[in-house]
């Protein structure tokens, strides 16, 4: 039986449990890894519904400029990328050789940090349009029925392209506004009850 962790946008834990649910069934074409440095890192796919991504990443070990990058492809389809390159040389050192020992773990462990970053955006933007649709309702007494869509590109016109680009971060952003949305018009009725 697979184990699914519901991940909410803006939930960091939530997404690091299933990274580690995610590490211990994942799969990489390793080849020889002191020599290689392409990787391709497959999660079984129950694990990659959950965290909005294609099964699938791309790790790149550069020996020479001591970064390792990853590539992968959300579920919206949008391509995604991360890097880590440490500035101290030693560091570097130590980066590439992990990544090369432990693909999967290297991978698993920038995904995370890419996930919370656009999990983290997509929380910014829907506080803007909340605080838009908030001031809204206290100007004109009105509610906080909104559909959550209208609301970003009424409130959010300097993210419009950004969301345009990409489509899952306005998906994480829209589910995150219509959970706040809910919360504030339900307040809003006991209130005025």
Request: charged share 30%; hydrophobic share 45%.
């Amino acid at each position: 039986m697979t184990t699914k962790t519901s991940i909410t946008a803006n939930d960091a834990t939530a997404i690091e449990a299933q990274i580690a649910i995610a590490e211990t069934r994942a799969t990489c074409k390793t080849g020889m890894a002191a020599t290689r440095s392409r990787f391709a890192v497959i999660l079984d796919a129950g694990d990659a519904v959950p965290l909005r991504i294609k099964p699938r990443l791309v790790i790149h070990v550069a020996d020479r400029q001591g970064t390792v990058d990853l590539w992968y492809t959300a579920e919206g389809g949008a391509m995604r990328g991360i890097s880590a390159e440490p500035a101290e040389p030693d560091r570097q050192a130590l980066l590439v050789s992990h990544a090369r020992r432990n693909p999967i773990g290297a991978a698993l462990d920038l995904l995370r940090q890419d996930l919370e970053r656009v999990a983290g955006r997509a929380e910014e933007i829907a506080d803007e349009a909340f605080e838009g649709v908030d001031e809204n309702v206290t100007l004109n007494r009105s509610d906080y029925l909104w559909d959550p869509a209208e609301a970003l590109s009424t409130y959010c016109e300097d993210h419009v392209q950004e969301l345009i680009d990409d489509p899952d971060l306005k998906d994480m952003a829209v589910a995150i506004l219509q959970r706040r949305l809910d919360a504030a018009q339900g307040d809003l009725v006991a209130e005025r009850a």
